[in-house]
RNA sequence: GAUUCUGUAGCUCAGCUGGUAGAGCAUAACACUUUUAAUGUUAGGGUCCUGGGUUCGAACCCCAGCGGGAUCACCA
């Protein structure tokens, strides 16, 4: 049972009528066109001549009626166009229903339609369809909102508040063409990247999602439950150790674009699913890697907006190569103006409290560190930055770094001052792993809940022997965001998880008559907006007893006042 | 999780000191055969998020809850 408003009803009634009109508002069949609103605003104008016998389809968005002439706007995957449709194109004849009924009355706005024509220019020199004959395809029922906009693209009625907007995307998507968009320019990074990846011959690949245990990165998972194995299983947070596991089998290069789950806080740039994309290469380097991101990156940038620069905010990004690569102590030194290459955990801690930083017994001399990066340096990286060689402690999967002592080969490219990738020169000796997996337990025992958990079959796997690896992370929804110079994650995300919407049961007529009520009554008590058994339930009965019987009276309803004690009855049901 | 702002017609929003709920678009009716934020005339449309409280009287003030936004904290 649904509550329905004035036009919803309305546009039901425009079903019934088309119905009686033999018009069916869902007919099943295929409609072929031949031509698109963008193909024809881009190539009319050189080949008119083509542009005859256009069949195309899409959605009503906008009419202006004219009497016997209107002017409308069909909206289609590639964008708008208007149609030009006549009474006496239309109707021939003496019988004008199909205009002056089906055209100007039963069609609304939202509807879908396939139309036949020939493409002109107007006085006012729109290019638009002159309509011959038109076919509707899906009726809508719920009313769209109708979005303005002037010459200048000045927007007029906009569809603007965002938890209507991210509830119901598909209007979103409708009545939003910058929102479309962005989802399209989204979808060229990821084929970019693919063809990138695909084009050296590392091959994509897919990695379980239900995991046993939840390794490759430190966070929170979703936990469900696996019926027939009567196991638990984790949503994964990260996909690094089964593709190094692929490694270790013998590909030489593998990648993986896909989900991963965190149950952590939601904010505007955290969603608990997101897409990661991480690429494994053999017999290379991070070094071998910074080179490759840059590459990558400039590609995917002049793919999607046709330059290297890019708009982000009140900055302007030149994502061409080479980035410049500073060191985690450098950075700190650059910002700082202090070295904390050379303190030991105590003095750090002092550092930090000194600049205000709040700080933990759980945390280790690299958390303490990467606290002071975050705080005092990360928001000045503005132009691609790689931030290399960090502490041991907080990376527990990286190689240790061939020539600096208590520090890993890991870089992190910053952008805007947010992270977007995160490379290592990948850890294979399984002895090593084992020991850094064992720090990570003894910080887990200090209260540090983002230490990482052993994994003793990925162990096993490096054992066996993994060639020199360097392994990649870019966060897809982050840089979507940064290329389409949104600051939200939402508006990335054609789904952002929300808060479940409140579902109210409304009661049907069946279940007050359930109740001992009588039909006839039904009306009166819908008048007095009572619409769900709970609020009936909730009344007090004298006071129903006097409202239905002054509403029964009001609307005229033709049965017999209910009892006191029938009403009573009701309620108590 | 904390702070703060916010919830009024299908959509976007007004609503004064607490005194019968308003506009534009959309919808409906009439007019109009090259309009384009079409236009003109007219009409209908409301659980003012929910529940309590104060008051003669609450969209408005107070309390609680629910949804959403922003900022902060954690994480990518």
């Known amino acids: 049972m649904q509550l329905l408003n004035e036009q919803e009803i309305e546009r039901r009634k425009d079903r019934e009528a088309l119905l009686n009109l033999g018009i069916d508002p869902y007919p099943a069949l295929s409609f072929p066109i031949n031509a698109t609103a963008a193909d024809i605003h881009q190539n009319y104008n050189n080949r008119k001549n083509d542009y005859k016998g256009i069949t195309i389809a899409g959605r009503l968005m906008t009419r202006r009626i004219m009497g016997s002439a209107s002017f409308a706007e069909i909206q289609d995957s590639t964008g708008r166009l208007q149609i030009y449709v006549r009474r006496d194109d239309l109707c021939p004849d003496e019988d004008k229903t199909l205009y002056n009924k089906v055209f100007k009355k039963l069609l609304g706005i939202g509807d879908f339609i396939g139309l036949k024509g020939f493409i ?74 693919r063809n990138y990846f695909d084009d050296h011959g590392w091959m994509e690949v897919e990695t379980p999602i239900l995991q046993q245990v939840h390794g490759g990165a430190a966070a929170k ?7 027939a194995l009567d196991t638990p299983l984790f949503l994964r947070i990260a996909n690094e150790l089964y593709l190094k596991r692929l490694i270790v089998g013998g590909f030489e290069g593998v990648y993986e674009i896909g989900k991963m789950f965190r149950n952590e806080g939601m904010d505007r740039t955290h969603n608990p699913e997101f897409t990661s994309m991480e690429i494994y290469v053999a017999y290379k380097d991070y070094i071998w890697m910074m ?40 950075s700190i030194q650059e910002y700082t103006g ?24 759980s945390m280790g001399k690299g958390k303490l560190i990467d606290e002071i990066f975050g705080e005092k340096v990360e928001e000045h990286l503005i132009q691609p930055t790689y931030i290399t060689d960090y502490p041991i402690e907080m990376t527990p999967l990286a190689k240790k770094h061939r020539s600096k002592p208590g520090l890993v080969e890991r870089f992190e490219l910053f952008v805007n001052g947010k992270e977007i990738a995160n490379a ?97 009554l039904i009306p009166a008590i819908r008048e007095l907006n009572i619409h769900t058994i709970e609020q009936l339930k909730g009344l007090n009965p004298n006071k129903l007893f006097n409202d239905v019987c002054g509403k029964k009276k009001k609307l005229k309803l033709d049965v017999p006042n209910p009892s006191k004690e029938e009403v009573s009855n009701w309620i108590n049901a």
């Open 120 to 193: 002109f220019t107007t006085q006012t020199g729109e290019i638009s369809l002159h309509v011959q004959e038109f076919t509707l395809l899906s009726k809508s029922v719920k009313p769209l909102p109708v979005v303005k906009r002037d010459d200048e693209g000045n927007v007029f009625d906009g569809f603007t508040d965002p938890e209507l907007r991210y509830r119901q995307r598909y209007v979103d998507l409708i009545v939003n063409p910058e929102v479309k968009e962005t989802f399209v320019t989204r979808s060229k990074i990821i084929s970019t990247m």
């Open 338 to 361: 202090i070295d904390v290459s050379q303190m030991n955990e105590k003095e750090l801690r002092a550092l930090c409290s000194e600049m205000g930083i709040e700080v933990d017994d």
């Open 424 to 520: 290592y020169t990948e850890l294979n000796d399984p002895i090593d792993q084992r020991e850094r997996f064992e720090d990570q337990l003894k910080l887990a025992q200090r209260g540090d809940d983002e230490a990482m958990a052993m994994d003793e079959d990925f162990l096993r796997a490096l054992e066996y022997g993994m060639p020199p690896t360097s392994g990649l992370g870019i966060g897809i929804d982050r840089l979507c965001m940064m290329l389409t110079d949104q600051s939200t994650i939402q508006e990335v995300l054609f789904f952002p998880q929300m808060k479940p919407e409140k579902k109210v049961k409304i009661a049907s007529d069946e279940d007050f008559i359930e109740l001992g009520i009588n039909p006839g």
């Open 291 to 330: 080179e490759m991101v840059e590459d990558l990156i400039a590609k995917i940038a002049n793919r999607v907006l046709g330059t290297t620069k890019a708009k982000v905010g009140d900055n302007v990004i030149e994502f061409e190569g080479p980035y410049k690569r500073l060191s985690m102590f450098e």
């Open 221 to 227: 998972p979703f936990e469900t439950h696996h019926n």
